[in-house]
């Protein structure tokens, strides 16, 4: 069965730069502004799922993070603190009321926190799932090194494994982000966030574990959420951890319309829906 899918065009550019970051707006007379950033690899339209869920008076900015897709050539000398400079920069000139609710998935939870705690100002709340800690601070030096690397080759097995082993998770093959390891290797700085790990921030934050593994490992750590909300906590109370038995990492993929359903709920203070339970 087909599912309804947001159409990506020609992106706009942050500061109107041939290089500037490259977004998307959907719901443009939307009030309520949500941030949505993607996972590593990928770029904004692996949220073309997500986004028909979202009704009208939810203003989307879909970016594509650097080194992604349209967003490929923006410059950064600093990887980590510089993406989340352009990202405030985008809020500030694109949002309603200059203050977005961020909603991120794998990278884009690293990112997303990374926001809330360099430019508190333009963060209302998060929504960070699939956050690992990658805390590599026991192994010497010489064995760090070649983290990356493993990484990297666990992430492309993976793509060999069947769809239907997955619940039919498919990504989307409308992005040309590179997948070479020299691209990956920056990527990586983007997430290792050395100068960040034990800062908290003030935005209410709910951390989702998408739990669903088995001989197929797509599942989320349940300590790593637990770790990032006790954090979270010491810079707001309102900050918990949920987690999905049903769902996978990629669960905007696997139910777009439950990932919709579940943002809107934390951003609006309601119940989440079935299925979520607190840990």
Not at 31 to 46: I, R
Not at 182 to 193: G, H, L, S
Not at 197 to 221: C, H, Y
Not at 244 to 261: I, T, V, Y
Request: include cysteine; proline fraction near 6%; aromatic fraction near 8%.
């Amino acid at each position: 069965m087909s599912r309804p899918k947001a159409q990506f065009s020609s992106p706009s550019r942050l500061g109107g730069s041939e290089n500037g970051l490259a977004y998307h707006i959907f719901n443009p007379s939307g009030t309520e502004s949500v941030l949505l950033l993607h996972g590593a690899g990928t770029g904004a339209p692996e949220w073309n799922l997500v986004i028909p869920h979202f009704p009208q008076d939810y203003h989307l900015l879909v970016p594509d993070l650097p080194l992604h897709n349209d967003s490929k050539n923006v410059g950064l000398r600093n990887i980590a603190k510089d993406t989340s400079n352009l990202l405030a920069r985008l809020v500030t000139g694109e949002s309603k009321g200059g203050q977005v609710h961020v909603v991120g998935l794998s990278l884009g939870a690293h990112v997303g926190r990374r926001l809330a705690v360099q430019h508190p100002a333009v963060v209302r709340s998060c929504l960070l799932s699939g956050y690992a800690r990658l805390d590599f601070d026991w192994m010497p030096l010489a064995l760090r090194n070649y983290v990356p690397h493993l990484i990297y080759g666990v992430e492309h097995l993976g793509l060999l494994i069947p769809k239907s082993w997955m619940d039919n998770i498919e990504h989307t093959d409308q992005t040309t982000t590179s997948h070479a390891f020299a691209n990956f290797k920056k990527i990586w700085e983007m997430v290792i966030d050395e100068d960040m790990k034990e800062k908290p921030w003030g935005a209410r934050t709910l951390m989702v574990a998408a739990t669903k593994g088995g001989l197929i490992p797509t599942n989320d750590s349940v300590k790593d959420a637990q770790y990032l909300a006790e954090l979270g906590r010491k810079g707001n109370d309102d900050t918990s951890a949920v987690q999905n038995r049903k769902m996978r990492h990629a669960w905007n993929r696997q139910d777009p319309e439950l990932f919709a359903e579940a943002a809107m709920c934390w951003i609006e203070s309601t119940s989440l829906p079935a299925g979520f339970e607190p840990i």
